[in-house]
DNA sequence: GTACTTGTTCCCATACAACTAGAACAAGCG
DNA sequence: CGCTTGTTCTAGTTGTATGGGAACAAGTAC
């Protein structure tokens, strides 16, 4: 499991870590069960703080798309696959809604604000 | 056009009023040419900053969806409606993800990142 | 048991974004 | 002209993100 970060992104990087573990679950890289690497080895890796992987992790626990425990690591929690990131209705909205918002040109921003405000 | 605020919450206020703002175009509630409240009012009856107030007008601007002008005040831009905020399709797109959502019981982080993560 | 691993919880410091505050300015309207 | 309203500027406060370090607690391995 491959980590990257882009330190001039506008996104905080441990929204960038998260976003890239939730969608390595969806894609089905990582599967329940499966243990995360170690924060302190990711962030030695990346050449980032402790502080700012386990906040990606953490982001991820009350989503409950993963499992802290001390001493044993972050897995994926079972939940993961039976919540169904990777169920295909899911899959086949967004993937609709990603047509619709690039058939009418809609800037990324507005696409997304629209989907928070629905999810309200 | 009643706006709110909700000071606790993370996101930015200038944020929440743009999201507002898009979602009242999208239902219909402003078109094309309506005028939106001058900043100075909706900075006062919200008892926030006048500058909080344009910096929701300034993003929805750089999205296309409003022109400002001065002395004249913020109207919704033409290109709202050609745009189609209000497509139809588009609007059916938003309905399904968000049924999805429900259905699997995600987290709405989970499902905006996974959204902003496809639109990339 | 001891040693090691790994997340958890503190401390603190720095950098940046968000928000506030106040003022002056410029374009449009009556 | 006066009034409205967005634009631009300066400046200060607050909160978040990130970094750095340390101690702690729960689990694993021997």
């Known amino acids: 499991m491959l980590l990257t970060i882009d330190p001039a992104a506008p996104e905080p990087l441990?929204?960038?870590?998260?976003a890239q573990l939730?969608?390595?679950i969806a894609a089905g890289t990582l599967s329940a069960g499966d243990r995360l690497a170690p924060a302190r080895d990711v962030a030695a890796s990346l050449d980032?703080?402790?502080?700012?992987?386990?906040r990606a992790y953490q982001e991820l626990r009350d989503e409950g798309l993963v499992e802290?425990?001390?001493?044993?690591?972050?897995t994926v929690a079972a939940r993961?696959?039976?919540?169904?990131?990777?169920?295909?209705?899911?899959?086949a909205a967004i993937d609709t809604l990603v047509a619709e918002s690039r058939r009418l040109g809609l800037d990324p921003r507005t696409t997304t604000a629209l989907v928070k405000e629905a999810l309200r």
Not at 49 to 54: A, E, F, W
Not at 80 to 91: E, M, P, Y
């Open 14 to 18: 441990f929204e960038q870590l998260a």
């Open 80 to 91: 993961a696959d039976d919540a169904g990131l990777r169920d295909a209705g899911l899959r």
């Open 22 to 24: 939730r969608a390595a």
């Open 68 to 74: 802290l425990r001390r001493g044993r690591g972050a």
């Open 48 to 54: 980032i703080n402790l502080h700012t992987v386990l």
